[in-house]
């Protein structure tokens, strides 16, 4: 008995899936949920689990393809499958032309008429190409066959330079002649992941949003209070909560008793959604990325603290699932790590508002007459007119400056 295994769609939000690397090779064991490979989507790359037990007959797609829906390998009890089942026919060999076309670059060819054996040069039908990440991905954005590149790494192994002197017909390994270094003014070429051509889309569709802003100050010494005594509180080894958390959970609260900003823009109709779910900017090595901590309006500030480390972390190591960004209906962005004191953020579609949170900064301000010194933090916040009028944004300013200045509200 065999088991086709088709790419999954992870999301209503993934629009595209390329296979990164297959964990498993084939004739290999393989257990249910068990990491079977790779999968780049359009906002993650996480490991897809094989959902049976058996071995890996047959890899269909291999690395650095994309197919959506279709059948990638098979997975069978043996590595000949059932008796009187039949395996997927191996793709033909195209026979090679006498003229290659312009920018591919030609097998090397041994004495005895074999290839020289590296990952580039198809050493047999169906074997796996050896290929670091990032030569893949240029090839994938470039629309370069692997199979027609000669790898210069170890045992073959194809090189980001390699890919990169297949567009101009040059093999890396065709001369030892010493480096050429290229001049200090030659233009840096980054092709774009998934991760950031879907950023492209999502704010291009935002920037054509109407949009306008709001901005207030807050006096944050009773919330900077509040969290050290959250802090002294701590378990051992508990997650210390920071002033974001804080900032999230009153957010929460402010959200529930201004539900027009709490929604999404649909089209046709604005959905009004019953929990706060809110997202946070984090800055990943693929690109921005918004986990989403769930309904925070109804959640204590620790739980809310040990929610956003586990998915930052995991953000941050490029481990965080669809699953982890789906369903915000609100995002805070905040740069007060950096200093910056005030900034407009961009809507993240469809939900229908975000807030920019600046650094806390002490500042003088005027007290029953008198000057005094006051951690003052600045937020703007984004609103899409289609779905939010001024004054509703305005309401919930108000809302979520008097809980910023006495927490113990909301709590």
């Keep these: 008995m065999t088991t086709d295994v088709k790419l999954p769609r992870l999301g209503q ?20 949920h068990e990491p079977l490979y790779e999968l780049d989507t359009d906002k ?3 490991e897809v689990e094989s959902e049976v037990d058996g071995v890996l007959l047959k890899i269909l797609v291999q690395e650095g393809e994309t197919a959506v829906g279709a059948t990638i390998a098979v997975i069978g009890q043996g590595t000949d499958g059932a008796p009187g089942e039949s395996m997927p026919a191996e793709p033909a060999t195209p026979t090679p032309s006498a003229d290659p076309p312009p920018g591919a670059v030609q097998p090397r060819v041994g004495p005895s008429g074999h290839d020289g054996g590296g990952a580039g040069s198809g050493a047999h039908p169906g074997a796996r190409l050896k290929a670091s990440p990032l030569a893949r991905r240029i090839a994938r954005e470039r629309g370069l066959d692997l199979s027609a590149v000669s790898g210069s790494g170890p045992d073959g192994r194809i090189l980001a330079e ?26 840096e070429v980054i092709a774009l992941t998934a991760t950031r051509k879907t950023i492209a889309r999502r704010l291009t569709e935002a920037w054509a949003a109407p949009v306008f802003q709001l901005g207030v100050s807050a006096d944050m010494t009773e919330t900077l209070r509040l969290r050290e005594q959250s802090v002294a509180r701590l378990a051992e080894g508990d997650v210390k909560p920071t ?12 959200l529930m008793r201004h539900r027009a900003l709490n929604a999404t823009f649909m089209g046709s109709e604005i959905h009004r959604h019953p929990g706060a779910h809110v997202g946070m900017a984090v800055a990943a090595p693929s690109g921005l990325v918004v986990p989403v901590i769930r309904d925070v309006d109804s959640r ?18 490029g481990k965080a699932t669809l699953q982890d960004m789906e369903g915000g209906t609100f995002t805070i962005s905040n740069l007060g790590m950096f200093g910056i004191e005030q900034f ?13 949170v600046g650094a806390v900064k002490d500042t003088p301000v005027v007290v029953d007459g008198e000057i005094d010194i006051a951690p003052m933090m600045h937020v703007v916040l984004t609103c899409d007119h289609r779905a939010i ?11 979520l400056v008097a809980l910023i200045e006495q927490p113990a509200l909301a709590l």
């Design 389 to 399: 009028d001024g004054a509703d944004g305005a309401e919930f300013l108000q809302t």
């Design 243 to 254: 002033v974001n958390d804080l900032l999230t959970k009153l957010v929460g609260v402010a």
């Design 344 to 356: 407009v953020a961009v809507i993240n579609p469809p939900q229908v508002a975000i807030l920019a």
């Design 13 to 32: 939000g993934m629009e595209s899936g390329t296979i990164v690397r297959w964990l498993k090779a084939e004739g290999d064991p393989v257990k249910v």
């Design 162 to 187: 390699d890919v990169e002197h297949a567009g101009t017909g040059i093999s890396s390994q065709a001369t030892a002649a010493p480096v050429v270094r290229q001049p200090a003014q030659e233009v």
């Design 300 to 317: 204590s500030v620790q739980e809310i603290a040990r929610d956003r480390a586990d998915l930052v972390g995991r953000a941050r190591a």
């Design 44 to 46: 993650v790359t996480q």
